[in-house]
């Protein structure tokens, strides 16, 4: 039997550093050999956000010594590695560089075939690190910096349905912990707060949620937020606060993920659907909930990559790179870092589309 491909994925769009190793087993199934994230909470905490020039130090202080800790873990050597997989975009522009400059070097030196990879894509392909999902799918993009639906055609055929016009989601979470007063990133913590509140308390604008379409803005919901915000007196409004911020997200994505829904099945006829909702906010667990009762509603499969892998990772890299590797896709040395890359190309550029910042 041949020897199954090993790929080494690496990520550093933003701020986590990221090295992880992939392989195949027996039946063809994508198989984590390590993966190690370190992320840069601490660094930016004070900041109330991520500072870039402080994103990209630490990336170069600590992405050799990931690295080194992903190949130990793995247990495989360097020379082993058939191909070396990079995010190259979309992302802050001095994160990117490091990760791309640091991948490439190893490529060369190891004389091994270099992949650029899209950090969307990653997301888009992660549930495939733990699920069986078949092209075609429809696709929730929820994250800090991007929140779309994509119909998911094959690897690198993306075409996009839908989009946020303004924030993404993510971003809405996290605006909405800091005018609580939640440290940054505050989005998991609304969660845990919204729990001990009333999710009727507030009554908070759905933005276009009307429209037609499947677009979605999520702007005036931060500016309902923080005239709210001014008149809180005590933890229980707080917490009153949370929940309705939280409900309303769930209804907004309730609502327009319907809508996605039927645009797909206008362009796909088969029985078959699948619905997979990747991005760091996939992780929330009430999100996750209306979204499998919807799909049980509509007649699709839901699809979530576990917890663990819904926020920055290089596993969902490295399978990328896996994926492209086996398509004989591979990158020149001279690969630009791509802070806008959105994975429909042919859609009109739209901030939450193809933008991490
Ligand atoms: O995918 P990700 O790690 O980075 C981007 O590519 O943007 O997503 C990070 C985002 C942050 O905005 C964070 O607050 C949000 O995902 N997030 C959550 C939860 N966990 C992470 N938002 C709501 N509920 C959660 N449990
Ligand atoms: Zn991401």
């Known amino acids: 039997m041949s020897k199954k491909p090993i790929i080494l994925g690496i990520e550093s769009s933003c701020d986590e550093t990221a090295v992880a190793l992939i392989s195949e087993n027996k039946e063809g199934r994508p198989e984590i050999l390590s993966n190690i994230v370190s992320s840069q909470v601490d660094i930016h905490k004070e900041f109330g956000g991520v500072v870039p020039e402080l994103a990209a130090r630490s990336h170069i202080e600590k992405i050799d010594l990931i690295a080194k800790k992903a190949l130990d873990e793995s247990g495989i050597n360097l020379n082993d590695v058939d191909a070396v997989a990079t995010t190259a975009g979309p992302g802050l522009i001095v994160c990117l560089s490091v990760g791309l400059n640091f991948g490439k070097a190893i490529a060369a030196s190891i004389k091994k075939p270099f992949i650029a990879v899209n950090h969307l894509e990653g997301h888009a392909l992660s549930p495939k690190l733990n699920s069986k999902v078949k092209y075609p799918y429809l696709l929730l993009l929820i994250s800090g910096g991007h929140t779309q639906f994509l119909s998911v055609e094959g690897l690198g055929k993306y075409k996009r349905l839908g989009t946020t016009i303004d924030d993404a ?4 979470f996290d605006k909405t912990a800091k005018l609580l007063g939640i440290e940054f990133p505050g989005g998991p913590q609304i969660e845990v707060l919204a729990k001990k509140g009333d999710p009727t308390k507030f009554d908070l604008p759905k933005p276009i ?32 606060l949370a929940a309705s911020f939280q409900k309303t997200m769930e209804e907004i994505l309730y609502k327009k993920s319907k ?8 362009i796909h006829l088969d029985k078959d659907k699948t619905f997979v909702v990747a991005g760091g906010v996939a992780a929330n667990k009430k999100i996750r909930e209306i979204l499998t009762k919807l799909c049980e509603e509509e007649n699709f499969e839901a699809i979530f990559p576990p917890i663990n892998l819904c926020g920055d990772n290089a596993a969902m890299i490295a399978l990328t790179g896996l994926e492209k590797f086996k398509q004989n896709q591979f990158d020149d040395l001279d690969f630009p870092a791509k802070p806008r890359w959105q994975l429909d190309e042919s859609a009109a550029f739209l901030k939450g589309a193809g933008i991490k910042i």
């Open 209 to 240: 949620i009307n429209k037609g379409g499947c677009n979605l803005s999520f702007a005036g919901l931060k500016t309902a937020i923080l005239r709210i915000t001014k008149n809180i007196k005590n933890e229980k409004d707080k917490y009153d």
């Open 259 to 266: 809508v996605a829904f039927h645009k797909f099945n206008n």
């Open 169 to 172: 989601a993510g971003e809405a």
